[in-house]
């Protein structure tokens, strides 16, 4: 199995910081990493795709990067709704599997 | 836009079959992996296993001897089985729907599932 790790497991931010998430692979793979965002009680969103794709209807301000082992996930400037727990996910192989997410506070 | 619901109960027993259900509407069941992925309270995503539209499937190994994910095209529903479920088996359940590389670009609400006697 691919193992995800994200950095860090939490973090506190304020509206308006850029705020930057590292998810490491346990082996390399291209770009077969995607990106999801979770609210408290709801269901998961996809953010990101393909590592670096926006999805439909998601603000540019999120935004992806990496390949190989290390990927990014970065908000260029954290509002208010952007406080969740985001999960990196790699497609590149199966079992398909999950980080162990990020929880982003407000500071 | 195609919405998915699961369905089933949210109680079993230790040792007994979960057993849920994932109706989508707003589409077709043809021509996607649909999965299912679980989350205990507080927890991490776990992928389970997927069923592609033409009923191929796709278990996490740690899983598969107790897992059976099945197909009804008739009525755009998919269906999760786990055996011998004990209570580590209790977590928020969703369905969900992809393309192989996408796998999960529309989600079920989630439906928790507690195993307790």
């Known amino acids: 199995d691919i193992q995800m790790t994200q950095s860090p497991s939490s973090l506190s931010a304020s509206v308006g910081d850029r705020v930057t998430i590292t998810c490491r692979a346990s082996q390399s793979f291209s770009s077969y990493l995607n990106w999801y965002q979770q609210k408290t009680g709801k269901a998961p969103k996809l953010l990101i795709y393909g590592a670096a794709s926006l999805q439909s209807g998601v603000p540019s301000r999120f935004s992806g990067g990496g390949s190989g082992t290390e990927f990014t996930l970065t908000i260029s400037s954290l509002q208010p709704e952007d406080f969740a727990t985001y999960y990196c996910q790699q497609s590149y192989s199966t079992p398909w599997t999950f980080g162990q997410g990020t929880k982003v506070e407000i500071k | 836009q195609v919405q998915l619901q699961e369905s089933g109960p949210g109680l079993v027993k230790p040792s007994e079959t979960l057993s849920l259900t994932c109706t989508v509407s707003g589409g077709s069941i043809s021509s996607y992996y649909w999965s299912w992925i679980r989350q205990p309270p507080g927890k991490e995503l776990e992928w389970i296993g997927y069923i592609y539209y033409s009923g191929s499937t796709n278990y996490k190994p740690s899983l598969k001897s107790r897992v059976t994910i099945s197909v009804d095209t008739s009525k755009n529903q998919f269906s999760l089985k786990v055996n011998s479920v004990t209570a580590a088996d209790s977590a928020v359940y969703y369905c969900?729907?992809?393309?192989?590389?996408?796998?999960?670009?529309?989600w079920g609400q989630g439906t928790l599932v507690t195993v307790s006697s």
């Open positions: 969900a729907r992809g393309l192989y590389y996408t796998p999960f670009q529309h």
